[in-house]
């Protein structure tokens, strides 16, 4: 595999469901990220990950929990999640957050399809 | 405050026609990073390009070209002789240093046979 790998691709699920959207980067890269991408929509940040560490959590409600075991692996834990909720989550990874380095860019996945009925 | 925009919702075009897709950003940092992507169908964002705020120099890669017009804070992206695997929502994005991407709402392409 090389890039950046999501699964599942698509995902149904009920507001009472508990599950786990997975990500993989196969490029060495230090900081993950996860996106939401609506309908008629910008994409919208949720969290960041530098080397390990979660350095960014955009006002993300608490039914989403991420979780980065590593730098190659984030997760994203969902839980009684709401209707509005449904959209393409996408994962995405560079080479570090960029603090002191020019920023580097984002390498995406192919994004998980999420609808909550 | 950061911001893009890119004014053009969509746009259509017939094969070999070239299109510009527009986008101007405001920031107030002197040092910042301009990006296009490109999302095709399959949904993963592709990365184009990575521009500096001290490099005004056009780029052409291919039949992709890119304007960075500093005065106008403008960075404009053509595509000549678009071909039908144009068609995809494209995204202008800036950074600066420490700190999140800004990404402009995308433009979807359609480029018709």
């Known amino acids: 595999e090389t890039g950046v790998t999501q699964t599942p691709r698509h995902l149904v699920m009920g507001m009472t469901n508990k599950k786990s959207l997975k990500c993989e980067q196969h490029?060495?890269?230090?900081?993950m990220y996860w996106y939401k991408q609506s309908a008629k929509k910008p994409l919208e940040l949720m969290f960041v990950?530098?080397?390990?560490?979660?350095?960014e959590n955009n006002s993300v409600p608490s039914r989403f929990s991420p979780e980065c075991p590593n730098s190659s692996h984030l997760f994203l834990h969902l839980h009684t999640l709401q209707p509005e909720d449904s959209a393409l989550y996408l994962c995405?990874?560079?080479?570090?957050?960029?603090?002191?380095?020019?920023?580097?860019?984002?390498?995406f996945g192919p994004g998980t399809r999420l609808t909550v009925t | 405050a950061q911001k893009v925009t890119q004014a053009q919702t969509e746009i259509s075009v017939v094969e070999k026609e070239d299109v510009t897709l527009d986008c101007v950003y405001e920031?107030?940092?002197?040092?910042?990073?301009l990006f296009w992507y490109k999302q095709p169908p399959s949904g993963e964002l592709v990365f184009l390009i990575r521009?500096?705020?001290?490099?005004?120099q056009n780029e052409i890669s291919g039949r992709y070209s890119w304007n960075f017009q500093k005065s106008t804070s403008s960075f404009n992206f053509t595509i000549t002789a678009s071909q039908v695997v144009d068609s995809a929502v494209y995204f202008c994005?800036?950074?600066?240093?420490?700190?999140?991407?800004?990404f402009g709402p995308g433009t979807r392409l359609s480029v018709l046979p």
């Open positions: 994005a800036l950074r600066n240093y420490g700190q999140n991407f800004v």
């Open positions: 990950y530098n080397f390990k560490e979660q350095t």
């Open positions: 521009r500096n705020s001290f490099d005004e």
């Open positions: 995405a990874s560079s080479q570090d957050f960029g603090w002191v380095q020019p920023p580097y860019e984002q390498y």
């Open positions: 490029l060495g890269h230090n900081a």
């Open positions: 920031t107030r940092d002197t040092t910042y990073y």
